[in-house]
């Protein structure tokens, strides 16, 4: 098994090679085969792995990576429940974001179209070792991986000035939350001399709760930037300049749901951090609302989206906060079947669209994608918590959590679950609903896509409805909350002690909310008509304005002290420094070459001014 398990993140790897070194002599038939098939393959082994139930809480080592007098740190992977589950959402839901590639990337030319599988294959690659590695080095690794693969991706349209901008952006926003994952990663190897998972979490009696805190805030600090959290999260609506299907697998299968992973898996850390707690639950309700807000007044059909992802990781970071762990690896893994879902069914609008992105020019689709619309709209219930669809089930653990731990962070998770049911059917009454308001060339253009990108979607649509019940809480099924079973010997359940009688009424209270709020949507925007947007719109379509913010007061300033220090730091002193002194030699050797003139006239008078100089001295020296 222990060969078996290497193939998992080695199996991409081989096949960013093949396409990435091969991409010009390749064909498009052969390269999707092969980034494809790869992925396929990882995720069988996965599913062997889960199947089989049989972990050992050993890491399996197979090399030292680093070892240097009492450093040692092996190459290693911690196989268990919660890396497993993972393994399955990244190959399986990355495998059918491949296939979707296909079809949507068809038009781009052969050299291209094997750089873009190369670089998609990478990316498997990265997320996989990230949640594969024994300690936290090995998930650093696959952390920088993913920073470099979403910058390689959002940027893949290279020629497009804005497009590069906004993967430098994602690029340096993650460097920032990088930091403190390294720093506190140096913090634990100082206090424990290890780490491993399995030693750091055996030893945390060995910190203080100083040193856990500061640990636990820095790894946040990480967390915030890959899992886009206040106030890291403006790179990922930016990043939706990549293809759709890399949107897809950002925001669903790898580099968000990161941050999640590396909490839970953290969570004896965690534990006896309560101040840290409660900095992750508030900094998680605010992004879930924040980001809610902002995605009521978007227009561009993904940008939705991408707020809407930041808006459900807040509630994952709510409910990490709140001590529910499994409900939020539940949310992750709905989330990853819903949002991947929404996220190409707006790739398939879009192509249909022939690139429009805008949803004010769009209406009545749902007549001529009729595949599409019935899968958008299951991916619009799950989201919303509709029961019995998946996202009900782990939104309602989250909600649950959160009201027995403070009422008042309930309370905007449930404002947020509100607003989340207006604007994504808002989205999808724009879209589908109402007249044609496209051109006469998109009218006639407009048709299904094909079959590799609606297998997917149908597949996706299916697990949006079904995937929510392997966490049914007792209050329907006893026994029902399996994925809380299979994760307990990693991953602690947070103890309800809530009546019976309130989680009816709170579970009542958040569908009548959700239910209100898509009627709301229907009556306002079934038929769309051009909207007059007053001020508070306004604020909501410029996003609250926080990259303006951003831009006034941190890179502009940082930008006037770097011209300063170019000006007066650089050029008049370094560079004044060498530079003088190049030229004093200069000017030394200039004056120096008079002595060797090549002229004998010369010679003879330094010759006689040097004897008469000699004579003068030697004549004082002996008064």
Known sequence: MKNLIILIPLLPFIGFLINGLGRKYLSKGLVSVIGSGTVLGSFIISLM???????????????????????????????DQLSTLFLLIITGVGFLIHVYSTAYMHEEKEEHFGRYFSYLNLFVFSMLLLVMGANYVIMFIGWE???????LLIGYWFKNIDYTKAAKKAFVMNRIGDLGFLLAVFWIFAKIGSVEYTTVFANVSKLTSTDIIGITLLLFVGATGK???????????????????????????????????????????????????????IIGAATALFAATIALRQNDIKKVLAYSTVSQLGYMFLALGTGSYVAAVFHVMTHAFFKALLF???????????????????????????????????????????????????????????????????????????????????????????????????RHHVHESPAAMTIPLVVLAVLSIIGGFVGV??????????????????????AHHVEHSTEWMLMGLTTAIVVAAILIAWVCYRTYKEEQVGAFGKVLENKWYVDEIYDAIIAK????????????????????????VGRLVNYGGRQMRWLQSGQVGSYVLLMVISMVVFFVLQFFLKR
């Open 344 to 442: 190409l069914g707006s790739g398939s609008v879009i192509h249909a669209m022939s690139g429009q992105q805008d949803i004010r020019f769009m209406g009545g689709l749902k007549g001529k994608l009729k595949i599409t619309y019935i899968t958008f709209l299951i991916g619009c219930l799950a989201i919303a918590g509709i029961p019995p669809f998946s996202g009900f089930f782990s939104k309602d653990a989250i909600l649950l959590g959160a009201f027995e731990h403070n009422k008042a962070l309930y309370a905007i998770g449930l404002i947020t679950a509100a607003l989340t049911a207006f604007y994504m059917f808002r989205l999808l009454f724009i879209t589908f609903f109402g007249t044609f308001r496209g051109t006469e060339e998109q």
């Open 227 to 281: 899992s886009a959290q206040i106030p890291l999260y403006t790179w990922l609506p930016d990043a939706m300049a990549g293809p759709t299907p890399v949107s897809a697998l950002i925001h669903a299968a790898t580099m968000v749901t990161a941050g999640i992973y590396m909490i839970a898996r953290s969570n004896a850390l965690y534990a006896h951090a309560e101040l840290t707690n409660n900095i992750v639950a």
């Open 557 to 580: 300033p940082v930008s006037a002290i770097g011209g300063v220090l170019n000006r007066f730091v650089e050029r008049l002193g370094i560079d004044g420094i060498v530079n003088g």
């Open 473 to 494: 809480p007792e209050l329907f099924v006893h026994g029902g909350e399996k994925l809380a079973e299979y994760l307990a010997p990693v991953v602690p359940s947070a």
């Open 145 to 151: 991986g993913v920073g470099l693969c979403s910058y």
């Open 49 to 79: 792995l889960f199947l089989q139930k049989d972990y050992s809480t050993s890491p399996i080592s197979y090399f030292d990576f680093i070892k240097v007098a009492n450093l040692r740190i092996p190459f290693a992977f911690q196989i």
